[in-house]
């Protein structure tokens, strides 16, 4: 049962090896390859049969090598793949070239040999500018640990100005309301000694008459 199974995928399997070198044969022996440039960095080629023209339908082995034009850099090699934006000839890269001058070569193997190569130029491509409106920066302010520091200097310096200012008015002073001053206070503790010393004297004599008033109504009433 196996082996009747195997044999009709046995004869298909023969049937494509001797049909896909006729088919190539009715097409040419060689494939032509166009590279056609580069699409945001991706290269870009056509591979079409040679004697008609029609484009590869199989799957095609090629790879892609870059040089850059003074030679300091290379790219690949990167196998091609169908490219959907293009025709039905369309192959591209995976891979992006890196900006710059670049010489680019497709060698293809299968289904049939080709070559081609192209000198493409990959430019700088600027970021896009943001479209939302831009929102101005809010003012800078200053610190809290800032501001005290300096509430605290004004308050030390208006301190320190006060006796300053006190100095200055003593300084400013004339002589002669300084020894006024002094004599009008002078003046006054002399008469506040001399109203105490009044007073605690008439105190005195009072107290004297009083005990002799006192003695007095003693002896008369011993008499």
Known sequence: MRIRIAFPALLAAVGLMFLTPV???AHGDTVKVTVTGQRDGHVTADITWENDGDPVDEAV???VNAVSADGSRTAGPWRLIRDIAAGPAGWTTAETLPPGAWKVSVDVGFPALGH????VSV???DPAPTTG???PAPAPTAPASAAAPASAAASASASAAAPGATASDAANTPAGSLDHTV????AGVAAAAL???AGGLLLRRRRVRRMRAAGQG?????G
């Open 116 to 119: 081609g190569d192209l000198s």
């Open 133 to 135: 409106a831009s929102v």
């Open 218 to 222: 003693t002896e008369r009433t011993s």
């Open 23 to 25: 088919i190539a044969h």
């Open 123 to 125: 430019p700088v491509v």
């Open 195 to 197: 109203a105490g010393a």
């Open 61 to 63: 082995a090629a790879t």
């Open 183 to 186: 004599w009008w206070t002078t």
